[in-house]
């Protein structure tokens, strides 16, 4: 829910308390549906037990990232302005080394594929190509934020 990296087949993940089910905070919300996420172990050992009710993470369940954080190569970026993506980037260490090299992997597949597209001189090829992308950029793929700013940079007109 925050690195967008897959876990799953890796290990199972790990169930995060948004509000934190520690008994000095939300320990009512231990069991609360709503108050859980899906997300990787990394991300769950930066953010702790942190959260600020004045200033919450970007929750990606109920809000569109796209309003706070903002991709920028390989890196994320908060959006001018916004005080609770630069904390989301900063509590949850989203621009940690590893995350960066796998985002920069991602982006340079992605290039390839761009690429293929304006190599080929065929319609069809091209169209065939253009979806595959345009895939890419879907909530559920790995660094979908990032493969969406560059299809977008790229100005690729998708189908
Ligand atoms: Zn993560």
């Known amino acids: 829910m925050y690195c967008e990296s897959r ?18 905070k939300y320990p009512e919300l231990e069991f ?34 796209n309003t706070h954080l903002l991709a920028f190569g390989s890196l994320l970026m908060h959006k001018a302005g916004s ?7 900063s509590t949850v260490d989203l621009n940690r080394p590893e995350l960066i ?11 390839n594929a761009i690429d293929a597209c304006y190599r080929t001189s065929s319609n069809a090829v091209r169209e065939m190509l253009l979806s595959a992308l345009n ?16 299809i977008a940079a790229n100005q690729l007109e998708l189908g």
Request: proline share 5%.
């Open 7 to 24: 876990v799953a087949h890796v290990y199972f993940g790990d169930v995060e308390h948004i509000r934190p089910k520690a008994q000095d």
């Open 32 to 65: 609360e549906w709503s108050n859980h996420g899906y997300c990787c172990a990394r991300c769950n050992n930066a953010k702790k037990d942190q959260f600020d009710n004045d200033y919450p993470l970007i929750d990606p369940y109920s809000e569109d990232p």
């Open 83 to 89: 005080e609770r993506g630069a904390l989301t980037i």
């Open 101 to 111: 090299e796998q985002r920069s992997i991602r982006i340079n597949e992605l290039r």
């Open 135 to 150: 895939q890419e950029s879907e909530a559920d793929k790995e660094f979908s934020m990032f493969a969406a700013a560059l």
